[in-house]
Nanobody, 122 residues
Framework: QVQLVESGGGLVQAGGSLRLSCTASGRTFRSYAMGWFRQAPGKEREFVAAMSWTGGTTDYADSVKGRFTISRDNAANTVYLQMNSLKPEDTAVYYC???????????????WGQGTQVTVSS
């Protein structure tokens, strides 16, 4: 069982930055690949970024490549999402999720956090 808690969301102007954190409970965190997803109002949840349990493999949605960076600190049981050059279309609730292997598919992820709101004003 893995419990995930996101933090770091908030209101930021376009062009600004935010760093989201997701802290996991349980000793098995380091054995899980981690993903970030987001859901905007009226839209389906979509993949943002993922990282393997070693940190050696990453994947990003085309819409965030070059602007967002996923990283993890296994000693701290935490995964991060650094978001730069934010745009109004990045406004969404951001969720972290854990899965035994790296995946871009929502259905593959077994454990989910409660989400944190990110709002980007124009």
């Amino acid at each position: 069982q893995v419990q995930l808690v996101e933090s770091g969301g908030g209101l930021v102007q376009a062009g600004g930055s935010l760093r989201l954190s997701c802290t996991a409970s349980g000793r098995t965190f380091r054995s899980y690949a981690m993903g970030w997803f987001r859901q905007a109002p009226g839209k389906e949840r979509e993949f943002v970024a993922a990282m393997s349990w070693t940190g050696g493999t990453t994947d990003y949605a085309d819409s965030v490549k070059g602007r967002f960076t996923i990283s993890r600190d296994n000693a701290a049981n935490t995964v991060y999402l650094q978001m730069n050059s934010l745009k109004p279309e990045d406004t969404a609730v951001y969720y972290c999720a854990a899965n035994p292997s790296t995946s871009v598919f929502i259905s593959d992820y077994k454990y989910w956090g409660q989400g944190t709101q990110v709002t980007v004003s124009s």
